[in-house]
């Protein structure tokens, strides 16, 4: 068990509040989805969570533990940051090595199984990785870890569009074979929707939502039609987002439609379709909500 729980936590920076008494629990082996904008707090929380910094208020527990100054329980994270903290001067396969010292239980067999797969010589020295090259082997550190939480920042980042679906797919592979609780802090929502069981969107360092993607997604509709008809039908409901193009109007709602109100929506002449998450995403955290009524 890897439950990870966060209670009322808070951070300052000087006088700016990065993150505003945020509470999750995160039940284990799921994948989730940590989405935000630039700024919205999503790294200042994940270094939170890996007591790579101190909340001002607020306490972190996994599997009940209070992570401050508690080696021992976060030997069971691994946390692939967004920048490189290791030593240019030291070779792939030394800092495997090294990885091996801090998870004993590192498959360093796959590690190179990966290598090859991505073309990866790990006889180079890091500090002459370009920022893709650089992005695979952390990715490759981290899934070859077998740690039991995975915390991947921008995991992609540099990569191009082969080596993401190869990424991608090696995730879901060793989530479906090791059951890991893995939390993917990414800007690139269309790509990595298919592999999210639970989304949870911070803005401005508060917590906005926190959902399975499977009910996330069957609230979220796109309408289109006559622009009476559609103000009718979504008087009720919450408008994130309208478009209007002569006499006609696309809105973004937000909410459950039930089978009889949708049949009735679409025999009234309005075309129904389902949102994406990063349609979604950007209705929510855009501050544009509309109101019908």
Not at 76 to 103: A, I, Q, W
Not at 239 to 260: C, H, M, P, W
Request: include cysteine; glycine fraction near 6%; aromatic fraction near 8%.
């Amino acid at each position: 068990m890897n439950l990870i729980e966060l209670n009322n936590i808070s951070k300052y920076f000087g006088k700016t509040k990065a993150i505003d008494r945020v509470n999750l629990t995160l039940a284990p082996s799921k994948i989730y989805g940590l989405l935000g904008r630039n700024g919205a707090g999503k790294t200042t929380l994940l270094n939170i969570i890996t007591n790579r910094i101190y909340p001002d208020q607020g306490i972190v527990k996994i599997e009940g533990k209070n992570v401050v100054l508690n080696d021992q329980i976060l030997r069971n994270v691994f946390y692939m940051t967004e920048k490189n903290l290791f030593h240019e001067g030291y070779s792939l396969k030394e800092l495997l090595y090294l990885c091996k010292d801090f998870y004993p239980s590192a498959d360093l067999s796959y590690a190179h199984t990966l290598a090859a797969k991505f073309r990866l010589n790990l006889k180079q020295k890091i500090g002459g990785l370009s920022m893709g090259y650089l992005s695979i082997f952390k990715a490759i550190m981290a899934l070859c870890s077998n740690a039991p939480i995975l915390i991947l920042d921008e995991p992609v980042s540099g990569l191009d569009a082969n080596h993401r679906e190869l990424l991608y797919k090696e995730i879901l592979e060793i989530y479906a074979a090791k059951a890991q609780t893995i939390i993917i802090s990414t800007h690139l929502i269309e790509e990595i929707a298919a592999l999210l069981e639970e989304v949870i969107i911070i803005d401005h360092g508060k917590l906005l939502l926190q959902e399975s993607s499977e009910m996330l997604l069957q609230k979220a509709w796109i309408v289109t039609g006559e622009i009476s008809k559609v103000r009718s039908f979504a008087k009720s409901m919450r408008v994130l987002n309208a478009k209007t193009l002569g006499q006609r109007e696309e809105v973004l709602l937000f909410g459950l439609i039930s089978q009889k109100d949708l049949i009735a929506g679409k025999n009234s002449g309005l075309d129904f379709a389902m949102a994406s998450l990063q349609k979604l995403f950007i209705g929510l955290t855009e501050n544009t909500e509309v109101n019908h009524e």
